[in-house]
């Protein structure tokens, strides 16, 4: 099955590591310095058109990518739970 994240993004469910609330896990400094270098890294794709709300981290190809999007994690897990 497959996921949209927003804008014309869309992943694979079995790729789909971790959906994380944004608000919540920014709290916690070990997060923020995780999001911090996957963004200078270069593994981080916004797909968000608004505020954003959602980590969704994935893993394709064998390579990390950290979706951020403004769908919230509640509205994501609950798609992927309906369709499993």
């Given at each position: 099955m497959y996921l949209h994240l927003g804008r014309d993004t869309v992943v694979n469910t079995k790729n789909i590591i971790a959906i994380l609330d944004l608000e919540s896990t920014s709290m916690s400094k070990s997060t923020r310095n995780f999001l911090?270098?996957?963004?200078?890294?270069?593994?981080?794709?916004?797909?968000?058109?608004?505020?954003?709300?959602?980590?969704?981290?994935?893993?394709?190809?064998?390579?990390?990518?950290?979706?951020?999007?403004?769908?919230?994690?509640?509205?994501?897990?609950?798609?992927?739970?309906?369709?499993?």
């Amino acid at each position: 099955m497959y996921l949209h994240l927003g804008r014309d993004t869309v992943v694979n469910t079995k790729n789909i590591i971790a959906i994380l609330d944004l608000e919540s896990t920014s709290m916690s400094k070990s997060t923020r310095n995780f999001l911090k270098i996957v963004e200078e890294e270069g593994f981080v794709r916004n797909v968000s058109e608004e505020i954003p709300r959602t980590v969704v981290l994935c893993e394709i190809d064998g390579q990390s990518v950290v979706y951020i999007t403004n769908i919230s994690s509640k509205a994501l897990a609950g798609r992927t739970e309906r369709w499993a």
